[in-house]
């Protein structure tokens, strides 16, 4: 079974610094892009950020251009996302998705974990 | 501007009925429109790709069509479970419609 489980999420500070993670089990996490998706309280989702199976492509939304950054670590069947210079607006639950290649540019997110909060407030 | 427009943003139907949510493109995205659904503090459930393709165990009274800049997401024979969120996303930018809430008349 494919499970995704989020964590790291919490209260910090405008201007702070928060690390989700992202473990992934019931399937080999290399073979997959993964994504972060966001819902901020009451609205709609946001696509966040996205990686290539091998790590090597990265795409961001342009709203955390230059203040987040995802990562993963196969081996450790992990993702990741950095979020540096948090504002209130990144205030929202944060999913990790899976993210399976139906043909080229017909991706779509298949698995979701149950997201984590992640609140800005002073 | 590759913004995604669902409507209407929320309907009232009752268990049984037919519903159609209609999601509009700024511009021709071919198929690469997806549709999710999202009950209250869960987390989205996917339900069609590539335009009109039934994600593995989804039922079969959800169907999804169109091509270009305009895609339906038609839900037949409402069942209780089915009052949630509706979302279409490109696949191309990985951008979400605003979403479309079906409440229970």
């Known amino acids: 079974e494919v499970q995704l489980v989020e964590s790291g999420g919490g209260l910090v500070q405008p201007g702070g610094s928060l690390r989700l993670s992202c473990g992934a089990s019931g399937f080999s996490l290399s073979n997959y892009w993964m994504s972060w998706v966001r819902q901020a309280p009451g609205r709609g989702l946001e696509w966040v950020a996205t990686i290539k199976g091998d790590g090597s492509e990265k795409y961001y939304v342009e709203s955390v251009k230059g203040r987040c950054t995802i990562s993963r670590d196969n081996a450790k069947n992990s993702l990741y996302l950095q979020m540096n210079s948090l504002r209130a607006e990144d205030t929202a639950v944060y999913y990790c998705?899976?993210?399976?290649?139906?043909?080229?540019?017909?991706?779509?997110?298949?698995?979701w974990g149950q997201g984590t909060l992640v609140t800005v407030s002073s | 501007d590759l913004q995604l427009t669902q409507s209407p943003s929320s309907l009232s139907a009752s268990v049984g009925d037919t519903v159609t949510i209609t999601c509009r493109a700024s511009?021709?995205?071919?198929?690469?429109l997806n549709w999710y659904q999202q009950r209250p503090g869960k987390a989205p459930n996917p339900l069609i790709y590539?335009?009109?393709n039934l994600h593995s165990g989804v039922p079969s009274r959800f169907r999804g069509s169109g091509s270009g800049a305009d895609f339906t997401l038609t839900i037949s024979t409402l069942q209780p479970e089915d009052f949630a969120t509706y979302y279409c996303?490109?696949?191309?930018?990985?951008?979400f419609g605003q979403g479309t809430r079906l409440q229970i008349k």
């Open positions: 590539a335009a009109s």
């Open positions: 511009q021709s995205i071919s198929s690469y």
């Open positions: 998705a899976r993210e399976f290649v139906a043909a080229a540019l017909k991706n779509y997110f298949d698995s």
């Open positions: 996303q490109r696949s191309d930018t990985k951008s």
